[in-house]
């Protein structure tokens, strides 16, 4: 049994990953339980959609990296830790669960301990920061193994050496086997919004968080503008802050008052599914810096949007530039002109880009090979003769 803790507040990249791996798991060989620490939130709905069951964590304290980086010095925090890996450790026992797969910073620190002093196996799924206290100073003392969703965010300083149990998957995706009508998605948005007919779109797609730099493509858009003010030009904001970090979306308004260009900044919200919404657009702008591996990169790909993004991060591993997309210098807004402006007015531009970029994701990505992948480290780390983990079949 393979079980994969979540907190259940939020539907992101990471839990679009782990769901899309769970839907995907040969169930003759392992049976998965899914475990949500906040019911009734956001992720429950995801998996209810998609047929998944999921059972309740026991009522413990959902910790923080940060947290167990000054554990040390707080008493208190200590006591609850304990309690907290106690109680998850006999959980754990009760299910008979011989793997626990992590997915995010506070279920790594949550449920590392708990899954060694239980006799589980512990893959810690990292998925952020490669400077991150966890992946440097936990998971190369409690991780089994560490599977990192690009190069750019392996571990930089491990506390202990971890190249012998360290891989690079890159995340699962779906490959659409009918893209939507590009022309129809559009528009529906300038119905939707009462605009002009030619109204073309530019979008960011994704969470409101700093490091992807919403306010990042607003400037870049007022960029284009300053250059090509008559250019029916307007950007979508797709996407809500995430109920854990401070919210950018006040400094994207007041960034876009500021430059005067309000009027051609639309926020979206969430949208599902998505892939009208990529369609729609003429380009996807991703400003986003320390980007590990963005999903919706490849999704833009997938559906032929052409992308222009920070040469950042895990962007330069998922772009070959003026290829597949076209790769700019971070903190620049004004450096996503040139590109824009070439894939906006030459029809052939567009076409050149969206064509090799869907070749690309065709061939890099998809749930088979990443499935594939995750079952041959499950089968690592518990031993093909030390247990066999697709001999339990207790439901959840």
Known sequence: MVAYPFVGDEVGGSHISAVGLIRALDRSKYVPLVILHRPGKALEGYLSERGLPFVTSPEVAVMSPRLLHGIGSKLSGAFGYVRTTARLSSFLREKHVDIVHTNDGQMHATWALAARLSGARLLWHHRGDPGAFGVNFIAPILANHIVTVSRYVQPTRPILPVSHK??????????PTRLPDREACRCEFVRELGLPEETRFVGYVGGLIDRKRPVRFVEAVHAFLQRFPDFPLVGLVFGVPSPNLPNPEPAVRTRALELGVESRIKMMGF?????????????????????????TLIEAMLLETPVIAT?????????????????????KPEAFVDPLAKLLMKVGEHRRIRSAARASALTKYGTAAHVEGISLLYERIVGRNDRNIGARTTAP
Not at 166 to 175: A, E, N, T
Not at 272 to 288: F, G, K, N
Not at 311 to 330: K, M, Q, S
């Open 271 to 295: 949208r599902a599914p998505v892939e009208p919404c990529i369609s729609a657009l003429d380009a996807l702008l991703v400003p986003a810096v320390n980007e590990p591996f963005g999903r």
């Open 311 to 331: 040469r950042h991060g895990g962007n330069v591993e998922a772009i070959v530039d003026d290829v597949t997309g076209f790769l700019v210098e971070p903190e």
């Open 166 to 175: 360290l891989s690079v998957l890159h995340s699962p995706f779906d490959h």
